[in-house]
C-alpha cells in the first residue's frame, strides 16, 4: 500500500521558472511531512519540512505548501536553475507506532538552461 | 558531506552468499536506520537502532538482520541472497529517538549491491 505518492516520475522545467513537484497521501495520521533532493551517486539529502499544522513553509527559493482537506503537498522552486536538477522525495512521518519516514517514489527534475 | 559514511560503495556477490553492510553515524546520532532502494521505487523502511536497541522494524526480510555496536556504527547482514535483493541500501542517522522536524535523517551515500 503506498501511503505517499508522487504520481509524475520525472518533470522538466527551464532555468528561471518556477517548479512545481506535487506528492498525494493517503493516512491521515502523519503529522509532518519533508522532502528530499538527491544526486546521483549520493544520499538523500533534507530540504525543507512542514508540520500538519502549517500550510505554508519557505526557506528561501524553496517554498512547501500543504492542503489537509485534499491530502496533498507540493514543493514550489523559484527561480528554478540547473543545480537544482536532481531526484525530489516527498517523506512523511507518523507520530505513533512503527516510528518512520514513508517515502514517495521520488520525481526526477531537470532544468534546461 | 552528511558525515554519515557506508562501505562499501559498490558489493557483486553470488545468489546465495551472505554480506555485510557496514554504517558509521554522524558525530553524536544515537539513531541509525537502514533503507531499501529498488529500481524505480522509493526508499522502503527496513530496521531503527537507537542506542544499541533495535527500535523499530520495517519490511524487513527473515534473510536479512541488524545490529548496532556500543560504538554506534551500525550493519545489515544479508544472507540466502536473491536477484531481488539488489538495490541501493541507505544508512541514516539522527540524534534522537524519534525524527521530527528539528532532527531530520541525514542520509549516507549508499551501497549499491548486485546479485547475479
Known amino acids: 500500500d503506498q501511503q505517499v505518492k508522487q504520481n509524475s516520475p520525472s518533470l522538466s522545467v527551464q532555468e528561471g521558472r518556477i517548479s512545481i513537484l506535487n506528492c498525494d497521501y493517503t493516512n491521515s495520521m502523519f503529522d509532518y511531512f519533508l522532502w528530499y533532493k538527491k544526486y546521483p551517486a549520493e544520499g538523500p539529502t533534507f530540504l525543507i519540512s512542514i508540520s500538519s499544522i502549517k500550510d505554508k513553509n519557505e526557506d528561501g527559493r524553496f517554498t512547501v505548501f500543504l492542503n489537509k482537506s485534499a491530502k496533498h503537498l507540493s514543493l514550489h522552486i523559484v527561480p528554478s536553475q540547473p543545480g537544482d536538477s536532481a531526484v525530489y522525495f516527498c517523506a512523511a512521518n507518523r507520530p505513533f507506532g512503527n516510528e518512520k519516514l514513508t517515502f514517495g517514489t521520488g520525481t526526477r527534475l531537470t532544468i534546461i538552461p | 558531506d552528511s558525515g554519515v559514511t557506508q562501505t562499501p560503495k559498490h558489493l557483486i556477490t553470488a545468489t546465495g552468499q551472505r554480506v555485510t553492510l557496514r554504517c558509521s553515524p554522524r558525530?553524536?546520532?544515537?539513531?541509525v536506520y537502514w533503507y531499501q532502494q529498488s529500481l524505480d521505487q522509493g526508499l522502503q523502511f527496513l530496521i531503527q537502532?537507537?542506542?544499541?536497541?533495535?527500535?523499530a522494524k520495517g519490511n524487513i526480510l527473515e534473510r536479512f538482520s541488524a545490529q548496532q555496536f556500543p560504538d554506534l556504527h551500525s550493519e545489515l547482514n544479508l544472507s540466502s541472497l536473491e536477484l531481488g535483493d539488489s538495490a541501493l541500501y541507505f544508512c541514516a542517522s539522527s540524534p534522537q529517538r524519534q525524527v521530527s522536524p528539528n532532527s531530520p535523517l541525514h542520509f549516507g551515500n549508499g551501497t549499491r549491491l548486485t546479485v547475479t
Open positions: 558525530s553524536g546520532d544515537l539513531s
Open positions: 537502532y537507537y542506542n544499541g536497541e533495535e527500535r
